[in-house]
């Protein structure tokens, strides 16, 4: 079932800032933790270190009404520089790859896009744009049709 989040990119404080929005919403992160030490290391890539491998690539956690609110770390060593405005995506989970093509051409055109729709290590079809508005979205089919 298709599916719609939000998506924060922190500097390397998204572990604390979950755990604060888990104090006032609660429940629990949807599995768990996940952090960069589990990215497969990639050819021509130089070694990640010991301090970015502990940072979060990964949490979710539901807060109302069936919405749920994602984050990763985007520390300035993996070539980020977090500011106001490039810290919140919206991530469409659409049912099928055409659909997620076709949500990514539209929203693409006039933009920019930052990653082309691709498989990923985790399973999915993903890719990521900034509308002509400068609204940024992230794509992350799950389905393999």
């Given at each position: ?14 572990e604390e ?5 888990k104090s ?21 890539q130089p ?99």
């Open positions: 079932m298709a599916k719609v989040s939000t998506y924060l990119n922190f500097p390397t404080q998204t800032a979950f755990n604060f929005y006032i919403f609660g429940g629990e992160f949807v599995g768990g933790i996940h952090r960069f030490s589990e990215v497969p290391s990639q050819p021509g070694a990640m270190s010991e301090d970015d491998k502990n940072l979060v690539m990964h949490i979710a956690l539901p807060i109302l009404g069936g919405h749920m609110l994602m984050g990763t770390d985007a520390p300035e060593s993996m070539g980020f520089k977090v500011q106001p405005g490039n810290n919140v995506y919206i991530n469409l989970e659409p049912d099928t790859r055409p659909e997620t093509k076709k949500l990514f051409d539209g929203l693409s055109a006039g933009g920019k896009i930052e990653m082309e729709l691709q498989e990923m290590f985790w399973g999915a079809y993903y890719g990521s744009c900034t509308d002509k508005f400068g609204i940024q979205w992230m794509f992350n089919c799950e389905s393999k049709v």
